[in-house]
Each structure stands twice: as C-alpha cells, then as structure tokens.
C-alpha cells in the first residue's frame, strides 16, 4: 500500500512497550559512567565503579534542522538502574537556550522521578510512573532519575528551536538531589 | 510519597493501551455526524445516517494559556471506524494560525491515514498504525481518517500558540479524499 494512491509510510516508529524509536534518522547518545565526572555528590563512589557502564542513552528524531523555529523534536530516553553511592543514577538534566521553551515527558515503563529547578533554584520533583504526563515549564531545569529496580524509558516532544544549556546544571548545579533514605528515594 | 520530601505527582496521565487520558485539566471534544455536515462528499449518505454517531473525540491537557509562546499542549484523538458513503470517518482537519507551527502525532492503536496539504492544495497520505510517528511540518493542513474496523488512536503534540484554523479546510477544502476502491482505502 506504500506508493499506491500517494499514501506513503511514516519514516518513523515508537516501540510503546520498550519505548524505543527505530526508522530513518534516528539519533542515538549513550552515556557512560566514565563521561559523568562530577555529576554525582560521592566521587569516591564513582571512582570505585566500571566507567564503562551504561547510565542512559537517548534516541531522537528531527525531522528538521536544529534551530527551526516552529518546528517540533520527539525523543526516547532510557535511564538505567543503579546507585552512586545512595545518589540514583540520572540524566545529566539542562536548561533551554531559548530559555521560555517548554519540554513534554511521557513515561513508558519504569518508575523514576523528574527533577526540576527554576533559574532561582526552586527545586521539586514528580513522580514518573508508567503513562504519567510531564510539562517542563520554560525557564525550568530538568533531569531524570530511575529510582527503580527496572530501566526507566518515556517519551520527549520539544520546540526544535529550544536548545540545550548543560552549562549552567554543570556549573551551579541542581541544589537538591535524590538520593535514597531510609529505602525511598528523597531529595536533599 | 506524594507530599514527602518535595516530591509531587504529575497531574495527567496517559493510559498506554487505549490512549485516554485523565487527571486534572482534561478537556475533551466530541464530534457526531449531525454536526459535521459539508465534511463528506456524499450528503445523501450523510443525511440517511443517525447524527448522534459518534465521529470522534479529542481530549488534550493545556498545562499552560492557549497562546503562551514556547509552551506545549498534549492531545489524544480517537477516531471511530465507520463510512459516509465509501469515504471514511475522519477529522474536520486543520491548518495552524500561526503558520510556521508544526505538529507531532504518535499512533497507539488502530489503522488510519493521516492527510496533509500544503498552501498550494498538494496532498498526500501516511499510514497510521500502533506505534508510527508522524511529524506534521509548518503550513500543512492534517487531518486523520480511520480505514479499519477498530477505534484509530493517537497521541499529538503541538505548540501553544499554533492557533487552529478550521475556516480554510472547510471554504477550500482538501482537493482529494480518502475513499475505499476495490476494498482498500485510495486518495482520490
């Protein structure tokens, strides 16, 4: 049916039980714990572990380029089990160079929590469980960590002209973090 | 966990199997028959149907004021099966106000079609099924149509201020139309 009638494919494809994209153009980034110097409080917890484990990898579609206003990116992003020290693994998180674009999550599978930040330094976070929605309000840092025993996957929409500033969580950090206490993840 | 340690529930939530959402804030369309007269080409079928068919519904969470820039809006459609005459049940469809907008849908369950068309009346289909993702660019009317026997469902992103214009499919129209020949659906 693909070129019959000008009905074509979608060049496109979310897996809904894993959460993973595949098709055309499908970007990937993986992050190793190796990468991730500095982004858990307990360094000498990170030292003692394999740099070459996996802690997320993010896939993403552009169907157009980086930059375009009005446009729109979906993305697909795994965080793994594991611990820093009592710290969960996460995203390393960021801010939006356009700074008032907004970011939408939906969760696949897996149960984490969304850590946000205002550019005052508010922080708070929201649970994420399986069909559970998130808006990311512009101006709001965010990141993600799995506070479970399985992968944590959901689902991305943001502007194509957002942008990412890293920068600014390397360099002032979130003021808060999520770590477990008393077998519950808590943010401290 | 909800009120422990700063930790907040989202207030929406996707149910992955059929696409529903609910939660705080949900607002929901539908549309029957009996109110979309002119949308299909066959009126004497259209006139002969009961008009408190359900056509379909949209549900979509505005986390931020309609117009915001930056921000985004999240959506679910279920359109059901059915036909007026041999062209099927379909989406009034929409180009943005605010032109350069674009859109993103993602199909969870069902078989449909989902009909684009430029300014310049070029149009052209992409198959929906469980799980293929489309991107809607800027200054692209869409609209959605069922060609199976089940309710079609798909989730879709767009940005606040994209604005609906309903005005220019209906006055022009989309030049071609989604009808069943020889047993399968055809642009016509």
Redesign the interface.
């Known amino acids: ?2 070129n ?7 060049p ?5 039980s894993t959460g993973f ?1 595949t ?1 055309e153009g499908i970007e990937e980034s993986v992050k190793k714990l190796g990468e991730l110097q500095g982004l858990f409080q307990d360094d000498s917890a990170w030292r003692s572990m394999d740099p070459g484990t996996v802690v997320y990898r993010v896939q993403f ?1 552009r ?2 380029k980086d930059g375009t ?4 990116f ?1 993305g697909a992003t795994e965080v793994r089990p594991g611990r820093v020290g009592d710290e969960f693994f996460m995203t390393h998180g960021h801010f939006h160079l ?1 700074p ?5 999550y ?1 969760t ?1 599978r897996g149960s984490g ?2 850590l946000l930040m205002t550019e005052d330094g508010e ?6 469980w ?6 990311i ?2 101006r709001t840092g965010h990141r993600v960590a799995n506070v479970g025993a399985e992968p944590l996957v959901f ?1 991305a ?4 002209d957002a942008g990412h500033d890293y920068e600014r969580v390397l360099t002032s950090g979130f003021p ?1 973090r999520l770590v477990l ?1 008393n077998g ?5």
Chains 1, 2 share one sequence.
């Not at 019959?4 to 979608?10: E, F, G, L, N, Q």
């Not at 008032?100 to 939408?104: C, I, Q, S, T, Y």
């Not at 922080?123 to 994420?128: G, I, K, P, R, S």
């Open positions: 049916m693909s019959y009638c000008d009905i074509k494919h979608s496109t494809f979310v897996d809904w994209l098709g579609w169907p157009v206003a009005g446009g729109l979906w356009n008032d674009r907004a970011e939408l939906a696949i929590m969304l922080t708070w976070a929201e649970t994420m399986p069909g559970s929605v998130h808006y309000p512009g689902v929409s943001w502007p194509s808060k206490r519950a993840p808590c943010l401290v």
